[in-house]
């Protein structure tokens, strides 16, 4: 079955330090995969997207995410946290090459502590 | 500079009611989401489209319905309101499916 896990709900971090949401996902064929940030009473934003070429990705706000084929994961980071990172992550991928939906992981939680 | 608009932003429905949550976006996208969020839970997709005239069946399909007649719009249509169906609902739309989608701020929806 394919799937999108994000192993944590919620993520505390001190602001000024790095910081990474996880995701590890489960498709068949090659993934295309997605990262979105939601804050309070909004929709979901888009941040980056992998889909082919370099394993590192960089988007919006200063986040990054790495692609891990063999680990089957693609990780948010970010090098220095701000208290405005503060909102809930979903990691999202496609599920196959002919597939046209996107899987939703349930999301993380992210508190930045000033 | 609309993106995807959803109305009603909130609604409260008695059990047994039907209502229709609206949803049109102006970036001439194939592709519409519905889908609905339930806390804790992330994004359950609802029903989806790739193209006016065309809809297919998400995780959750049961208790909706939906149309798409025009590129712009694509309303969601709950015909018997149950307490179970008590959620945020978010309409998203995208060029392809490997682009982006493009959310609009969500209808917040109570059945009581």
């Known amino acids: 079955a394919q799937s999108v896990a994000q192993p944590e709900d919620q993520v505390n971090v001190a602001e000024g330090n790095p910081l990474t949401v996880k995701c590890t996902y489960s498709?068949?064929?090659?993934?295309?995969l997605f990262w979105y940030v939601q804050y309070p009473n909004r929709g979901l934003q888009f941040l980056l997207k992998?889909?082919?070429?370099?394993?590192l990705v960089k988007g919006s706000y200063g986040f990054e995410a790495e692609f891990n084929k063999s680990q089957t994961s693609f990780h948010l980071k970010k090098p220095s946290a701000l208290v405005s990172d503060s909102a809930l992550y979903f990691c999202a991928v496609r599920a196959s090459n002919r597939d046209d939906k996107i899987i939703f992981g349930k999301g993380t939680r992210l508190h930045i502590l000033p | 500079n609309a993106g995807v608009t959803q109305t009603p932003k909130f609604r409260i429905l008695k059990i047994g009611q039907s209502m229709t949550l609206q949803c049109t976006q102006d970036?001439?996208?194939?592709?519409m989401y519905w889908y609905r969020q339930d806390p804790g839970m992330g994004l359950k997709l609802i029903y989806y489209?790739?193209?006016?005239?065309?809809?297919d069946k998400g995780e959750v399909p049961n208790g909706y319905n939906v149309s798409r007649s025009t590129t712009e719009d694509f309303p969601l249509r709950l015909e018997l309101a149950a307490p179970s169906q008590t959620s945020v609902y978010f309409c998203?739309?995208?060029?392809?499916?490997?682009?982006?989608?493009?959310f609009g701020d969500g209808t917040r929806l109570s059945i009581l």
């Open positions: 992998y889909i082919t070429g370099d394993n």
């Open positions: 498709v068949s064929g090659n993934p295309y």
């Open positions: 970036m001439n996208h194939n592709y």
């Open positions: 489209s790739v193209g006016a005239g065309i809809t």
């Open positions: 998203a739309s995208s060029f392809r499916a490997d682009r982006p989608q493009h």
